[in-house]
């Protein structure tokens, strides 16, 4: 009983796209907030789905969404994490620390209560310490953490990281958008629902 099945997005894609839609304005997408769900399970209506659909194609033909703040390997330029709104830019969790970017830089807390700032920088470098440490270098300041290094992901940590803002336009969210609108497109064509697992 399905005519399309789709994977939208991991729920950080969905968070990063629902951040757009609200830098977008509420007043231009009305429906689109409304329509994603927020947890597994749900449906949208068909009769939506057609509004959903027409917000879509207006979302992917805009020219500039918004600014995303990156943190980079500086020397490929390859995007290590992005900033996600309400993950507080927090994408690494340990004993005992946390961390995360932002728009004023990649920071280390730990997990106090309240926090303490262990570290932060837009522009820094780091270096693998032994014993799952890294040491964090910002001008002449030198901090070391009980952590792994950030950018790890199967090979040698990145030396030189920063922060950057970057203007994202509507065709940037082309791994949500495309699948919703299939979704979208088969619901209003039967007459049935989009249901959310």
Same mark, same amino acid.
């Given at each position: 009983?399905?005519? &399309?099945?789709?994977? &939208? ?20 997408? +009305? ?7 927020? /947890?597994?399970g749900?449906?949208?209506?068909? @009769?939506? %789905? %057609? ?17 995303? &703040? ?13 900033? $996600? ?10 004993p005992?620390?946390q /961390? ?9 807390? @730990?997990? %106090?209560? +309240? ?13 693998a310490?032994?014993?799952?440490r ?10 070391v $953490? ?11 940590? +990145? ?16 791994? $949500? ?7 979208? %497109?088969a619901?209003? /064509?039967?007459?049935?629902? $989009?249901?959310?697992?």
């Amino acid at each position: 009983m399905e005519l &399309v099945s789709e994977h &939208v997005a991991n729920w950080t894609g969905v968070r990063l796209f629902q951040q757009a839609l609200r830098a977008a304005g509420g007043h231009r997408f +009305p429906a689109l907030p409304a329509a994603l769900p927020d /947890a597994n399970g749900g449906s949208l209506p068909a @009769d939506r %789905a %057609a509004v959903v659909l027409a917000e879509l194609d207006a979302f992917a033909g805009t020219a500039r969404i918004t600014d995303e &703040v990156e943190l980079i390997d500086e020397a490929t330029g390859r995007v290590l994490m992005q900033y $996600v709104e309400s993950y507080r830019g927090v994408f690494m969790f340990g004993p005992g620390f946390q /961390a995360g970017v932002h728009p004023e830089g990649f920071f280390v807390l @730990d997990r %106090a209560d +309240p926090p303490v700032t262990l570290f932060r920088a837009a522009r820094f470098g780091q270096r693998a310490l032994p014993g799952d440490r890294v040491e964090f270098t910002v001008g002449g300041t030198r901090t070391v $953490v009980a952590m792994r290094p950030v950018g790890e992901h199967g090979e040698p940590p +990145p030396e030189r990281l920063a922060v950057r803002t970057r203007s994202r336009s509507g065709g940037d969210f082309a791994y $949500v958008v495309e699948p919703l609108r299939r979704l979208c %497109a088969a619901s209003v /064509a039967t007459g049935n629902p $989009v249901m959310w697992c």
